[in-house]
């Protein structure tokens, strides 16, 4: 199966734009999904699809794809955001259709 | 407003079988729009894909757990349900049932998540 590679922090100042990468192979062919998840809390899908955010999510967050790299980016980031930040998408194997990245850690400074 | 919500034992042995239930209310696992999946996450890791259902029993694993794992519904109980066998302490996780959409042939992902059920094993 495909891997989804990701940074595993990165840092922001508060009220800045920050880009969390994901990387893989399998991103040639289907898009991404992103979730957000707070300590002790369970991930909430925040992006999906070529740029879609669900009810409720703010427009500060959005997201690109080019190649093999899906971006989830923060315009604006607030204190709030702080999370870990985990990216999915389908695999082109029949027998693992589904991926997830192993998650980055967004610190707003 | 769906929601899904985990239940079963928090503590099991090693060697014995994990078994967990999710309920779903506010829509029906009978759906044909919908999936259901379970994910877990071992404690301070990332999110792993287990497997998931589709209401006509069709199932998908992770063949890295294919060997121990089941996954069944109840459609009279709007439930389905996960069993892994021969569970050691790597097994150690939160354990997360979500709705699974896969619209068309490019995009897979999970828009309703329970809030989790951490099961450790340990004799």
């Known amino acids: 199966s495909s891997e989804l590679t990701q940074d595993p922090t990165v840092s922001v100042a508060l009220g800045q734009t920050v880009r969390i990468t994901c990387q893989g192979d399998t991103l040639r062919s289907y898009y991404a999904s992103w979730y957000q998840q707070k300590p002790g809390q369970a991930p909430v899908l925040v992006i999906y699809?070529?740029?879609n955010r669900p009810s409720g999510i703010p427009d500060r967050f959005s997201a690109s794809n080019s190649g093999n790299t899906a971006s989830l980016t923060i315009t604006g980031t607030q204190a709030e955001d702080e999370a870990d930040y985990y990216c999915n998408s389908r695999d082109s194997s029949p027998y693992h259709p589904v991926v997830f990245g192993g998650g980055t850690r967004l610190t707003v400074l | 407003q769906l929601q899904l919500q985990e239940s079963g034992p928090r503590l099991v042995k090693p060697s014995e079988t994990l078994s967990l239930t999710c309920t779903v209310s506010g829509g029906s696992i009978t759906n044909s729009n919908y999936y259901w999946g379970w994910i877990r996450q071992p404690p301070g890791k990332g999110l792993e894909w287990i497997g998931t259902i589709y209401y006509t029993g069709n199932t998908y694993y992770n063949p890295s757990l294919k060997s121990r794992v089941i996954i069944s519904e109840d459609m009279s109980k709007n439930q389905f349900s996960l069993k892994l066998s021969s569970v050691t302490a790597t097994d150690t996780a939160v354990y997360y049932c979500?709705?699974?959409?896969?619209?068309?042939?490019?995009?897979?992902?999970?828009?309703?998540w329970g809030q989790g059920a951490l099961v450790t094993v340990s004799s």
């Open positions: 979500a709705r699974e959409i896969r619209d068309g042939q490019n995009l897979y992902f999970f828009d309703f």
């Open positions: 699809g070529k740029n």
